[in-house]
């Protein structure tokens, strides 16, 4: 069965630090990744997705993230966070196999100290 | 564009008693989603529309939980009788015209049931 690791639970940073947020999923075949992203009082939203083509993919804010097949992973980066990106990040994947069902991580919490 | 709407926002029960939620997804939207989010954990998949057809309810505990999009467009989620784990926010997403797939998902404000 499909399954989605998120690293950490919670990230404190300070203005200005870099972001790495790890995702590692369990699958052998073709995936679609996904990050999502939960603003305080906020929906969840789409941050970015990987389908194909350039394993390195931007999304909005900043964002990117790196799909590595060999390693099962597609971590999130961003070289400067700010107070803003405060939030909860969700690691997601699909896959034809899996009747493309969205499968979530537990989820990142992200602290950004002004 | 509107987004997906769901109501209410907030329910408070006592276990054993009975609970609906209700969707509007996106207009046009075929595809509808209910998750389940417990406290610390990712949504975890309910139930999958295609149109007013179940793709997947695999990991719907049919016993006490039911679902349904009569005519494609809406649906009701309920609990009946709730039981204490089942305190959780109950998210509703829809996403395009095609199945699944790469589509993202929009999600709804979501409804955080507590069940005493």
């Known amino acids: 069965a499909q399954s989605v690791s998120q690293h950490n639970h919670h990230v404190i940073l300070s203005e200005a630090a870099s972001l790495e947020l790890g995702c590692n999923y369990s699958?052998?075949?073709?995936?679609?990744l996904f990050w999502y992203v939960q603003y305080p009082g906020q929906h969840l939203q789409l941050l970015l997705k990987?389908?194909?083509?350039?394993?390195l993919v931007k999304g909005i804010k900043g964002f990117e993230a790196e799909f590595i097949k060999s390693k099962f992973s597609f971590n999130l980066r961003k070289p400067s966070v700010q107070w803003s990106d405060t939030a909860e990040f969700f690691c997601?994947?699909?896959?034809?196999?899996?009747?493309?069902?969205?499968?979530f991580g537990a989820g990142t919490r992200l602290f950004v100290k002004a | 564009e509107a987004g997906v709407a769901q109501s209410p926002r907030y329910k408070i029960i006592e276990k054993r008693q009975s609970v609906a939620f209700w969707c509007n997804p996106i207009s046009g939207h075929a595809t509808l989603y209910w998750y389940q989010q417990i406290l610390g954990q990712g949504p975890k998949l309910l139930i999958q529309?295609?149109?007013?057809?179940?793709?997947?309810d695999s990991q719907l505990p049919k016993d006490r939980f039911s679902a349904e999009r009569l005519k494609g467009v809406d649906s009701t989620l309920k609990i009946q009788p709730a039981k204490l784990e089942d305190s959780a926010v109950y998210l509703c997403a829809s996403s395009g015209t095609r199945k699944g797939t790469n589509e993202k998902l929009f999600f709804g404000s979501g409804t955080q049931l507590s069940v005493l």
């Open positions: 990987y389908f194909s083509g350039d394993p």
């Open positions: 997601a994947v699909n896959a034809r196999t899996g009747g493309f069902k969205t499968i």
């Open positions: 699958y052998g075949g073709t995936v679609n």
């Open positions: 529309f295609q149109n007013n057809g179940v793709v997947d």
